[in-house]
């Protein structure tokens, strides 16, 4: 009997006879002006009494007399309990599946920052075999893991806590202390990668050492390699958004490091990440083959930022212009940058 209870009657209503008023609704002529009720925003919910009235109108109770132990009050009861249960089922798994999904999201979206740092210090480490002078390329290999590195060691130690629960999360997340949460076997690995981006020297070791610690024994973390036509997208993105800067860069300093850095993607096809004070000797190495009127002129910006930083001089609006130039002139052709 219990499911029939659950049916709600519906009966139909015949309309009077007349006009048609709004939404279709009969209207005589004395009809008051019809006005549609407002909505009902969110789920409701009947109380015990409204629920009695509505089973009265079952057709069973119109028929036929309940008995006397079982009361429309202890019917209705029962049903509005497990009307709101199945509302409270109903709703937590849509919640759930709402945390899921954003769960989800934030997961691709860190993967996708850390595959972005991983593979652009795969890039960079790449042209690191074009500098000849041991000093400088170690002064390089030393920026790339103190900046780019230890970006990467973060972002990537961040999820590490969250996967193995460790305490030291967030704002309070300490490298050193998240190693002792980590599998045996993973937490050499760590170790060598907090010691790299601390105070090492040797990209190639750290690299190493980071395709190991994000195996999938040790992560949930998806950290992919890049293919070559991956590789050509990331450098051809990183150039697209440098040709950018080179329009619009006012400080003199910053526009030769963009110069620098395009002239390097030309020569070498792939990316280039040096401290400032090792400027001199990237544009010693990318310009030695320059003829001499290409030559005069980075020298020249380079002096010119040079001396900009001494607080001797500025560098000419002329002198910014025929900068991007050469380098429009290199990557392009015998463009100029406006043209281009």
Do not use: W
Not at 114 to 139: M, P
Not at 308 to 334: I, P
């Amino acid at each position: 009997m219990l499911q029939l209870l659950l049916l709600k009657a519906k009966p139909t209503k015949k309309g009077k006879g007349g006009k048609k008023g709004r939404k279709g609704r009969p209207k005589d002529d004395d009809d008051v002006e019809y006005t549609a009720p407002k909505p009902v925003l969110g789920p409701t919910y009947l109380s015990n009494q409204q629920i009695e009235e509505e089973i009265k109108c079952l057709q069973i109770f119109i028929d036929n007399e309940p008995k006397e132990e079982t009361t429309l009050e202890e019917i209705s009861e029962l049903l509005k309990k497990q009307l709101d249960d199945k509302y409270c089922k109903a709703l937590d798994e849509e919640v759930r599946k709402k945390t899921l999904k954003s769960s989800k999201s934030q997961q691709k979206a860190d993967e996708d920052t850390i595959n972005n740092l991983y593979n652009t210090i795969i890039l960079c480490e790449k042209g690191l075999k074009v500098f000849e002078d041991l000093s400088t390329r170690a002064q390089v290999e030393k920026h790339i893991l103190k900046t780019l590195g230890l970006d990467l060691t973060k972002a990537t130690f961040s999820k590490l806590a969250e996967e193995h629960d460790c305490p030291f999360q967030g704002d309070n997340m300490k490298l050193d202390s998240i190693v002792a949460y980590l599998p045996k076997n993973a937490k050499q690995f760590a170790t060598a990668i907090i010691t790299a981006v601390t105070s090492g020297t040797n990209v190639q070791e750290f690299i190493e050492n980071y395709t190991e610690l994000t195996d999938p024994q040790y992560t949930q973390l998806l950290v992919k390699k890049l293919d070559k036509k991956k590789e050509r997208n990331m450098v051809f993105t990183q150039k697209q958004a440098l040709l950018e800067q080179l329009k619009t860069e006012q400080k003199s300093a910053d526009l030769l490091n963009i110069s620098c850095n395009l002239i390097f993607i030309k020569q070498q096809s792939t990316l280039l990440h040096v401290p400032g004070r090792c400027i001199s000797s990237v544009v010693k190495l990318i310009s030695k083959d320059f003829p001499g009127p290409q030559l005069e002129t980075i020298n020249s910006s380079l002096s010119s930022v040079v001396a900009e930083l001494k607080g001797e001089s500025q560098m000419s609006d002329d002198a910014k212009q025929a900068l991007r130039d050469l380098v429009t002139e290199v990557v392009f052709g015998k463009q100029t940058a406006e043209e281009e």
